[in-house]
């Protein structure tokens, strides 16, 4: 079974401070995903990287997938406190199964 | 975008008893459910897929006779904890996809809170 290491696990900075959050493994992933899970909610898809050296934007979020789609990383430019959340990593093995990053909290202090 | 419904969202039950959570398809027909569990502050884990009309596939480590789960119809999986202990409480999250092979389009669920007195 393929692994995911995502760091840092807690991250808390001031509003408008950047952020990226890794997410790496020694195993290639057809894709990877991020989602952002609120308290006592499910998680929410927030993009799939699908191409070696893959970048996707949404607003103020930077996605990359490494050329070997061993790793990934999201980046965060001027935090805002609506950012604050758990942010998890997952990676599909064959077509099958997700495998999930040990998420990270991240918090943004007004 | 597809949507997945949980039900209830929270429940609190005595040990001993058991609980059973529902999870609904609302316009898609899910060929495949998932059920997670959640600890605090930890990522999700897989506990079983389970196939329509199919009995679940269990990840090692859980106990089939503990969390029973049903796939009866296209839009509706079950998770029952049969006689729960303390330290069954924990959020548990069901996803869906309409297709074995529909890789990147999973659905998930909004959890259910189960705390076990």
């Known amino acids: 079974t393929q692994l995911l290491e995502q760091s840092p696990q807690f991250l808390s900075i001031q509003e408008g401070e950047n952020l990226t959050v890794y997410c790496n493994s020694s195993?290639?992933?057809?894709?990877l995903q991020w989602y952002r899970q609120e308290p006592g909610e499910g998680p929410v898809l927030l993009v799939t990287?699908?191409?070696g050296g893959e970048v996707k934007k949404l607003k103020r979020l930077t996605f990359q997938f490494g050329d070997a789609r061993k790793d990934s990383s999201l980046h965060i430019t001027a935090a805002q406190p609506g950012d604050t959340g758990l942010y998890l990593c997952?990676?599909?093995?064959?077509?099958?199964?997700?495998?999930w990053g040990a998420g990270t909290k991240l918090i943004i202090k007004p | 975008g597809a949507v997945v419904s949980q039900h209830p969202s929270w429940v609190i039950c005595k040990s001993g008893t058991s609980v059973k959570i529902e999870c609904r398809s609302l316009?898609?027909?899910?060929?495949?459910m998932f059920w997670y569990r959640q600890f605090p502050k930890q990522s999700l884990m897989l506990m079983a897929t389970?196939?329509?009309?199919?009995?679940?596939?269990?990840e090692q480590g859980v106990e089939k006779d503990k969390f029973l789960i049903n796939h009866a119809s296209l839009t509706l999986s079950t998770l029952t904890v049969t006689s729960a202990h303390p330290e069954d409480s924990s959020f548990y999250i069901c996803?869906?996809?309409?297709?074995?092979?529909?890789?990147?389009?999973?659905?998930f669920g909004p959890g259910t809170r189960l705390t076990v007195t």
């Open positions: 997952a990676g599909w093995e064959g077509n099958y199964q997700l495998i």
């Open positions: 990287v699908v191409t």
């Open positions: 389970s196939n329509e009309g199919s009995k679940a596939t269990y």
């Open positions: 195993s290639v992933f057809s894709s």
């Open positions: 996803s869906a996809r309409d297709h074995p092979w529909a890789r990147n389009e999973q659905y």
């Open positions: 316009d898609f027909q899910a060929t495949t």
